[in-house]
């Protein structure tokens, strides 16, 4: 069974740096897509930051491109979150998540989550 658990949340000011961490139970092969997802308060779920393990091909949000990283141990089975250069807006509930892909990672469909790590970024 696959399961993940975020850590590395906490409180920070604008300007600052985070990483955040994903270890995972039960992803034993790469062809698995991973994502990272936020949701503000008043806000719905987004999808901001993407990775195939397999290929190592990446993606970012817009709004986070360039302050935000993503990558991954796989033999620590840890995926991660580096972000910088944080802003008020990037105040969320952080989530990792994944699911078997064989083919890559093209949506934001995913079937295992995490339960969350608390970001809050003052100003």
């Known amino acids: 069974q696959t399961q993940l658990e975020e850590s590395g949340g906490g409180a920070v000011q604008a300007g600052g740096s985070l990483t955040l961490s994903c270890p995972t139970s039960?992803?034993?092969?790469?062809?698995?897509?991973m994502a990272w997802f936020r949701q503000a308060p008043g806000k719905e779920r987004e999808g901001i930051a993407r990775?195939?393990?397999?290929?190592?091909?990446?993606y970012l949000a817009d709004s986070v491109k360039g302050r935000f990283t993503v990558s991954a141990d796989f033999n620590k089975h840890t995926l991660f979150l580096r972000m910088s250069n944080l802003e008020p807006e990037d105040t969320a509930l952080y989530y990792c998540?994944?699911?078997?892909?064989?083919?890559?990672?093209?949506?934001?469909?995913?079937?295992?989550w995490g339960q969350g790590t608390q970001v809050t970024v003052s100003s």
């Open positions: 998540a994944a699911k078997i892909s064989w083919s890559g990672c093209t949506d934001w469909t995913y079937s295992y």
């Open positions: 039960g992803i034993t092969y790469k062809q698995y897509c």
């Open positions: 990775l195939y393990l397999q290929s190592g091909s990446e």
